[in-house]
């Protein structure tokens, strides 16, 4: 039907393809997205066609966009520009997702720090720009590794580089703007760091699935 698959890469190119293109059973696989050199994919998305599309880089920027302004294209084509990153600054995008208006940004940096915003304080602007600062960045605070949306019934987990998983509710998590620094949400021993950090999805969204 009206199904994407919705690809993101950590320089910031986006591109979206039919769900349709995808059928079939090749056991060697389908080219899915042509990268270029030195270019990685962070996030693959199922959108419905109208989804807003919310980006977060490395370093704390953010941009939302409609889907629209990204055409449908090929299996094997590089996409186009959805997040400008200044150059020479060692940004990246590190975490795509579907905005909804009904819930916040939940960011994570790797010393351990996070916040989450209400997404309705996130204006959408046209693909290709450099977006809004998400979140405020120290030397002390690091690095954005995670991102995503939730909402207040949800749990997140945190996972450090040591091995160490942690589980707390999203509630415990301060609601702050976008020039905000966050709070600590996970206590790191010497030398380790934050590695990944996902959703737990409440009950009421397993049910809607």
Known sequence: GDRHLFFTTKKGQV?????????????????AINLKEGDELVKVMLTNGGDDVFMVSRMGQ????????????????????GMKLKAGAGDAVVSCDIAR???????????????????????????GGQGVKGIKLTARKGFVVSAFMVGLDDEIFLVSSAGVTMRIPVRDVSSQGRDATGVRVMNLDA???????????SAEDDEAE
């Open 15 to 31: 591109k979206k393809t039919v769900f349709s293109e995808y059928d079939s059973s090749r056991r060697d696989g389908l080219i």
């Open 101 to 127: 208006d009904d819930a916040d940004i939940l960011i994570v940096t790797d010393a351990g720090y996070g916040k989450r915003t209400k997404l309705e304080r996130f204006n959408r602007q046209g693909r």
């Open 62 to 81: 953010t941009i939302r966009f409609s889907e629209d302004d990204v055409r449908p294209m090929g299996r094997a084509a590089a996409g186009v520009r």
């Open 191 to 201: 030398g380790t760091t934050v590695a990944s950090a996902a959703p737990i999805l």
